[in-house]
């Protein structure tokens, strides 16, 4: 829907949709996705990767042995047997579950959502990392929360900046309802909290009795031999954990989970009950076999493997074409990498430029709930190929140096 539809609605909805605005990205995407356009835009983990042939043969088993049952509903809480397969997974990351703590959602969004349904009264202060992952912030806005960013650097979030925000609160007499946070392989940064920093930030979580939400769907999507450990594996109280199989499977599939101490679990299922009924069996009984019939682990590899060439395409077409004064992080994992533009230039005026360039990119606003972000921009590295990746950061190295002249001239003029 374009932004200019007329609404002969508005008087009818509720006061939250007011503060519900088109995600940046979902703007963009009409244009980003003609094919004469690299995007650097899309968050899309690459399926081509996955094997087809193989995934035929499953879902073929799987009409076979469970069709009827795979086309009914379930029970709200879903198939036990694939939360002991998802307990199993956690346990390579360092995470002991049980599969009763589990819930199944149809990914992690809606995990995110059934959080601030659970937690959040209009209002709520909410922690975040700024910049933050734009679907967070949708579903925090839908619950007329009030994010609050905190400051991160190459590390990850600065526990100091953490501490300081809960100690002014503590002065206001006011209180976070929770920090929400992606620590390994941010989206929309690509850095990670430093093995340091996560004993830190939970040492003051603890201190100031503030409840985490580690959403983590980028960890074992890892260029390094092995990632620091999530949050939810060096403690089992205070944190509650977002997972899925969007990034190691299949976004299409829309599963995810939330691991929740039992208090929480319960209320948990009450709100998928009231919102889905009950995960899609169909999907569940895929992401089973696919966690217990399928070399799953492999294919992460594969799609590793290629992220990695992926990244190291971009990083090295960024060291060849962008303007003195850009900088950028460097993940060691997931498919972004975060780009600071030279002083005085604004990623969102200069969109339009890009696009006739024929190239795009998300502006950093979209990850700031307070209009922050202009002087960076996000991108991707899973979905274009390496080719396109460097011709795409050729296009945009050729933009901002234009901008760049501009700024100049005009300073020069009015100097
Ligand atoms: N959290 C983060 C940080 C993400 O990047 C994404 C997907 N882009 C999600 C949650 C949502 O994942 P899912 O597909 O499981 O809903």
Redo the contacts with the bound molecule.
Sequence with gaps: MSGTTLDDYTGRYAARVHGMAQSEIRALFSVANRPEVVSLAG?NPYTAALPFDDLEEMFSRLLHDSGPKSFMYCPGQGDPRLREAIADVLELTGIRASADDLVL????????DLLARTFLDPGDIVLAEGPT?V??LGVFQAAQADVRHLPMDAQGLIPAGLEEALRKLETQGREAKFLYT?PTY??PAGVTLSEERRDEILTIAERYGLLVIE?D??SMITFEDEPPKPLRARVERGVIY?G????IFA?GL???WVLAPPAVRDKLLLAVEASILCPPALTQEATRRFLTEMEWQQQVKVFTTLYQERRDALLGALSDYMPQGTSWTRPEGG?FVWLDLPAGLDSKAMLPRALSERVAYVPGTGFYSDGDGAAHMRLNFSFPTSDEIREGVRRLGGVISDERRLRDAFTADTE
């Excluded at 959602?105 to 995110?112: E, F, R, Y």
């Excluded at 899925?244 to 990034?247: A, C, L, Q």
């Design positions: 968050g959602t149809t990914g992690a969004q809606q995990g995110l992952y679907g967070a992606v941010q989206n959403d769907p980028y977002l899925t199989v969007s990034k976004a829309r599963l995810g498919m």
